[in-house]
DNA sequence: GAGTTATGGACGCCAATGGCGTATACTTCT
DNA sequence: AGAAGTATACGCCATTGGCGTCCATAACTC
């Protein structure tokens, strides 16, 4: 199997692990679910350094939210299913002059 | 003076504070230039309320934001740069099916 | 082979934020 | 007067962002 698919398939568990966690502790509770920046990304067939700075996300935390070491908070799952649904018209939105 | 010219002046003596602070202390020094966000909204004509359910951010994070309480992280400023320069699009993008 | 570069996974640490709540005040309505 | 809408102010606590480092794997180049 080629990496990609592999990472395909690793994006796609990632996934499933975070639809099972519903934090029925905490208060937390997502109101947009929130999409897979793995799977995103390599839509766009960017590495996470480029995914990074062209919608200017900070490496680590990109890399904590691909790692499930996060979760990314309200104001992040938004702008993550805004690039989900119009990446280019993001990336020129946040480019820098 | 109308209320809204105050509310005006005082969104630029809010802007003018931030540029201020610019953290020298902590680690903290924002990449993006954090945009006023009662700026926008009100550039908008948009109540608090309808401003954070068109762009799925939490109403008391968005009211600490404009209050100067809380400073928008990376990927929030991010976002609020998109929002600032196409409003429309990213409020399609992120509107509930 | 050895070295270099790019990529990304894993983990520790700390201050800052998110998210929720309540209370107060000021309009603008009915 | 009361109700509804808007906005400021503040407390609390778990969680996150942002930084760092180390390690592993490819894919080059020398």
Known sequence: MGK????LIESMQQ???HAAGKKVR???VSK???????????????SQ?????A????????????????VPD????AYLLAIKRRPKEI???VARP
């Open 4 to 7: 990609f698919g592999k990472e």
């Open 74 to 77: 309200a104001p992040a799952a």
């Open 26 to 28: 905490g208060l937390r």
């Open 32 to 46: 947009v679910e929130l999409p897979d920046v793995k799977a995103i990304r390599l839509s766009l067939r960017m």
């Open 15 to 17: 996934a499933a692990k």
């Open 49 to 53: 350094h480029h995914f990074a700075a």
């Open 55 to 70: 919608y200017r996300i900070p490496l680590p935390t990109l890399k904590n939210w691909e790692q499930g070491r996060r």
């Open 91 to 93: 990336m020129e939105a």
